[in-house]
């Protein structure tokens, strides 16, 4: 149950921006939540904001007081602690609305799904063109987090949806990302 939450809020300096700090952090808050295997802790971002596409300086841990203690008792934050400036634990507000915050995926590179579907159904390149044209691409248009696969080694973007607002909130688990498809987090 999230009960409770913590702000984390980036510090940019001359050398790194907000932007930088923020990956950095999410990306240690991903490997602390997988090496830890919780589920029970999710986030979200205070600021967030389409137009702009901006996800601000603030990343919020929610989660129960006990699992917010637990977690912020080892040293996740690592490299990037000089950089942070964070709350205590507190008690979400009584007033506070509910939503889901997801991870969405966008099939943005037509060449690669072209690839796929060559590879899949034995097609020749001319075939798959005709059957996935170039205006068959998403163009994403949420907030994201630039991120590094700990397997691979490439860089991707995380692009984050905010489900609409709930009055009550849906239990269930957060992924190693703090992210759920059904679980909702208090937004205020």
Aim: with cysteine; glycine share 8%.
């Amino acid at each position: 149950m999230t009960t409770h939450y913590l702000d984390l809020t980036v510090l940019p300096d001359a050398e790194t921006g907000v932007a930088a700090l923020l990956g950095a952090l999410y990306d240690r808050l991903h490997r602390a939540l997988a090496q830890q295997q919780r589920s029970d802790i999710g986030i979200s971002f205070p600021q967030y904001s389409v137009i702009p596409r901006n996800l601000g300086d603030t990343l919020r841990l929610h989660g129960s007081e006990t699992a917010l203690h637990s977690l912020m008792s080892t040293d996740w934050q690592g490299g990037v602690r000089d950089h942070l400036r964070h709350t205590g634990i507190a008690r979400v507000p009584d007033h506070a609305s509910h939503r889901v915050v997801g991870r969405r995926q966008f099939q943005s590179n037509v060449e690669r799904l072209r690839r796929r579907r060559m590879k899949r159904k034995g097609e020749s390149a001319e075939q798959a063109a005709r059957a996935i044209p170039d205006s068959a691409a998403d163009k994403p248009h949420l907030p994201y987090i630039h991120l590094r696969s700990q397997s691979t080694g490439q860089t991707y973007c995380l692009f984050i949806e905010l489900g609409p607002l709930q009055s009550a909130p849906t239990q269930g688990a957060f992924n190693t990302y703090g992210l759920s498809r059904q679980a909702s987090i208090p937004w205020f």
